[in-house]
């Protein structure tokens, strides 16, 4: 019983995280991106399964991602190369990071 509450609990989080997600021009992004707030996610990765996996605060496996480079800080370079393209990215909000994942075409 207990198990199933979980699941549901996790079940109702990624439902939550996955509505929050959105394309979000990387101008209106900046200001948490000045405040070191701004991971970015590899493509090959899903944003909201890592999004789900921070929320849930699931070390090993943001670790694992973290040492593969899959998940890390955005540059200087990423982010004036963003502002002059006008780019827009995927992005989500798990306090207090704001996870960016780039969208491909």
């Known amino acids: 019983m207990i198990e199933k509450l979980l699941q549901q609990d996790r079940d109702l989080a990624r439902a939550k995280i996955n509505s929050e997600t959105a394309k979000i021009p990387w101008k209106e992004l900046q200001r948490y991106f ?3 707030h701004t991971l970015l996610i ?5 944003l909201v399964d890592v999004a789900c996996a921070f929320h849930h605060d699931e070390v090993r496996i943001v ?3 973290t040492d593969k480079h899959q998940v ?7 982010a004036k ?6 780019d827009s990215l ?9 996870l960016l994942q780039i969208i491909e075409h």
């Open 63 to 65: 670790g694992t991602w």
């Open 72 to 78: 890390c800080a955005v540059t200087a370079d990423q």
């Open 90 to 98: 995927w992005a989500v909000v798990v306090k207090p990071w704001v």
């Open 34 to 36: 000045a405040g070191g």
């Open 81 to 86: 190369n963003w502002f002059d393209n006008d």
């Open 42 to 46: 590899a493509t090959n990765l899903d």
